[in-house]
């Protein structure tokens, strides 16, 4: 085991800044955050085995996130929201990073807009709109060919109270938006390229007692 993974613990210097407001009509979240470690963890893929390893180097991540709502009535709401992470790693040793965290390591950059409504006191709806930004890679500055193109999905979810516990209905990227996911864009092996899901039904019933 011990040639497998370095067992030392991973010790990172987190920091966090962030505020948030809520008035009953508008709520607010920003935060902004960083994080360093002098000897990190990342997964790195081995075109051997074809498989990823973890690899014990320095790395450096920072990220931003904020969302606001506003309640326009006590039946209407709507938001929006947005997420940025940076990861950066030591390449050769040097203890300086050089080169972006590959996409397994990191999240895509992510927008999101929502509509919260209730219909009637029986009827309620949420329609929501994500998006994923792209994202090249950069290796001790040379961009890698395993880039990623972003994509938009759209998800509507409604709920019905019946007479007896409640009927839930979401359909899933809802225009059957044709798009290849993060992970299968973002990693070497050519036999996990796969498309995202389809439009998607679900349908489910709940009752509290």
Same mark, same amino acid.
């Given at each position: 085991?011990?040639?497998?993974?370095?067992?030392?613990?991973?010790?990172?210097?987190?920091?966090?800044?962030?505020?948030?407001?809520?008035?009953?009509?508008?709520?607010?979240?920003?935060?902004?955050?960083?994080?360093?470690?002098?000897?990190?963890? /990342? #997964?790195?893929?081995?075109?051997?085995?074809?498989?990823?390893?973890?690899? *014990?180097?320095? =790395?450096?991540? $920072?990220? !931003? @996130?904020?969302?606001?709502?506003?309640?326009?009535?006590?039946?209407?709401?709507?938001?929006?929201?947005?997420?940025?992470?940076?990861?950066?790693?030591?390449?050769?040793?040097?203890?300086?990073?050089?080169?972006?965290?590959?996409?397994?390591?990191?999240?895509?950059?992510?927008?999101?807009?929502?509509?919260?409504?209730?219909?009637?006191?029986?009827?309620?709806? /949420? #329609?929501?709109?994500?998006?994923?930004?792209?994202?090249?890679?950069?290796? *001790?500055?040379? =961009?890698?060919? $395993?880039? !990623? @193109?972003?994509?938009?999905?759209?998800?509507?979810?409604?709920?019905?109270?019946?007479?007896?516990?409640?009927?839930?209905?979401?359909?899933?990227?809802?225009?059957?938006?044709?798009?290849?996911?993060?992970?299968?864009?973002?990693?070497?092996?050519?036999?996990?390229?796969?498309?995202?899901?389809?439009?998607?039904?679900?349908?489910?019933?709940?009752?509290?007692?």
């Amino acid at each position: 085991m011990d040639t497998l993974v370095d067992l030392q613990p991973v010790i990172a210097d987190n920091q966090e800044i962030g505020l948030d407001y809520d008035d009953g009509r508008w709520l607010v979240h920003l935060a902004a955050y960083w994080s360093d470690s002098d000897l990190g963890s /990342r #997964l790195a893929f081995d075109n051997a085995t074809q498989t990823y390893n973890v690899v *014990r180097e320095r =790395t450096e991540i $920072d990220g !931003f @996130e904020g969302s606001v709502a506003y309640q326009f009535t006590d039946a209407t709401r709507v938001g929006v929201a947005y997420a940025k992470t940076d990861g950066r790693y030591d390449s050769n040793g040097d203890d300086r990073v050089d080169s972006d965290l590959p996409g397994i390591n990191v999240a895509p950059d992510r927008a999101t807009a929502f509509w919260d409504q209730t219909w009637t006191q029986a009827i309620s709806t /949420r #329609l929501q709109a994500s998006h994923s930004f792209d994202r090249d890679f950069d290796y *001790r500055g040379t =961009t890698l060919p $395993d880039d !990623f @193109e972003g994509y938009t999905t759209v998800d509507l979810q409604a709920r019905f109270q019946l007479p007896l516990g409640a009927l839930n209905v979401g359909v899933e990227n809802l225009f059957g938006e044709q798009y290849t996911t993060y992970y299968s864009q973002t990693t070497p092996r050519a036999d996990t390229y796969t498309a995202g899901r389809g439009r998607v039904l679900t349908v489910g019933w709940s009752h509290r007692f």
